[in-house]
């Protein structure tokens, strides 16, 4: 069983609309990440969230944590082709000493 | 400030055999940690150094193990390769502090196929 659930899979959709990609679990997070993942190279850290509720907001990309935190939602506004990637949320372990990562959502925009 | 570093960027090794990979932990940083990333699938811990003592492990098998060097650089070796071993390996370092996660930054990844 996956800890962290993400959807969709994957979205193939054209410059400037909008989107929405999600993350669920049935647990409760103390903090919650979300990275972006380019072909041919590591993760990249978007933005962590840590208070129930929150919305931050990176440019076209406005992310929120759930009231509960036991999810979080990433929207993009008018997306571009350089928003393609993988976006994967993260979750630390109990131990503090890892990241345990959803499946992610493979994102497409073409122009 | 150099970003993680990880070589080989590509490997071809065949079942049976061993590997090693290497990385460069960012300058300053302390703490490494291995992923595993299958296709299709998100990163899965296998263990994290810090000061060259593991500091914890996901659930890969004993065949796969680490060193940290003083340097804080550090090598993931796998023994005795399945095909399922098949993935990109990444590296992350972590900012000084006590082995806990701050933020993590992630090499580019090696990418080992077994055939």
């Known amino acids: 069983t996956q800890l962290l659930e993400q959807s969709p899979q994957f979205l193939s959709i054209q410059e400037g609309e909008n989107l929405t990609v999600y993350c669920n679990s049935s647990?409760?997070?103390?903090?919650l990440q979300w990275y972006r993942q380019e072909p041919g190279e590591g993760p990249v850290l978007l933005v962590t969230v840590v208070t129930g509720g929150e919305v931050k907001k990176l440019k076209r990309l406005t992310f929120q944590f759930g009231d509960a935190r036991k999810d979080s939602s990433l929207h993009i506004t008018a997306a571009q082709p350089g928003d393609t990637g993988l976006y994967l949320c993260?979750?630390?372990?109990?131990?503090?000493?890892?990241?345990?990562f959803g499946k992610g959502t493979t994102l497409s925009v073409s122009s | 400030e150099t970003g993680v570093t990880q070589s080989p960027t590509h490997l071809i090794k065949t079942r049976g055999q061993q590997v090693t990979l290497r990385c460069s932990s960012q300058?300053?940083?302390?703490?490494v940690s291995w992923y595993q990333q299958a296709l299709g699938q998100g990163p899965q811990f296998i263990f994290q150094?810090?000061?060259?003592?593991?500091?914890g492990r996901g659930n890969f098998p004993p065949r796969f193990s680490g060193l940290q060097f003083p340097n804080y650089s550090s090598e993931l070796n796998v023994n005795a390769l399945e095909l399922d071993d098949s993935a990109l390996y990444l590296c992350a370092s972590s900012s000084p502090g006590t082995g806990l996660i701050n933020e993590q930054f992630f090499g580019p990844g090696t990418r080992l196929t077994v055939l």
């Open positions: 993260a979750v630390i372990n109990q131990a503090g000493t890892a990241l345990i």
């Open positions: 150094y810090y000061r060259e003592e593991e500091n």
């Open positions: 300058s300053g940083h302390n703490t």
């Open positions: 647990s409760v997070f103390s903090s």
